[in-house]
């Protein structure tokens, strides 16, 4: 099975280190990487993607030094490297002009607000990677018990 990657991006090392913290149980089935901006974020998908590893779920911030979130999962989704990548933007301080941006121009899949409940973070991140593997028709029997079965049944239903 490939390797799929979930990367959450934050300026606040606390705040990455509780998401990071919140998310760990899908450890078990995927890889979760952290960068400090956007930048580091760009590098580390480059990366990711020369090793041949997939990028299922970007989780950014909105407000950080630099680059936004919102101009960031923008970027992203403007790759074609990471079309079916799943984008959540994770943020206390958005406007609603930015929520817009954030919808219409970066296609995010989900938006949080902090602080964030962990279960709903949790069963969010694993219904979008559910969505991304069969997306991408990756083979998924060996991370069946990690995937959403009400997504997976909806969509083998057609």
């Known amino acids: 099975m490939e390797t799929i990657n ?9 705040v990455l280190d509780a998401v990071i913290k919140d998310l760990s149980t899908l450890a078990v089935h995927f890889n979760i990487e ?12 480059d990366e ?20 936004s979130g919102v101009d960031l ?12 990548t799943k984008k959540i933007l994770l943020t206390g301080q958005a406007t609603h002009k930015d929520t817009i941006n954030a919808i219409n121009a970066a296609r995010i899949d ?7 409940q962990v279960d709903e973070l949790t069963e969010t991140c694993r219904r979008l990677l559910t969505e991304f593997i069969l997306d991408q ?15 997976l ?5 057609g």
């Open 6 to 14: 979930i990367v959450c991006v934050d300026d606040q090392p606390e």
């Open 34 to 45: 952290e960068a400090e901006s956007a930048d580091e974020c760009l590098d580390l998908l």
């Open 48 to 67: 990711l993607e020369a090793r041949g590893e997939l990028v299922g779920l970007v989780i950014s911030d909105h407000v950080m030094p630099g680059t």
């Open 73 to 84: 999962l923008g970027q992203i989704s403007e790759d074609g490297r990471f079309a079916h």
């Open 110 to 116: 989900h938006y949080f607000e902090k602080p964030w």
């Open 137 to 151: 028709g990756l083979d998924y029997e060996e991370i069946l018990p990690a995937l959403d079965q009400p997504t």
């Open 153 to 157: 049944y909806k969509k083998l239903k």
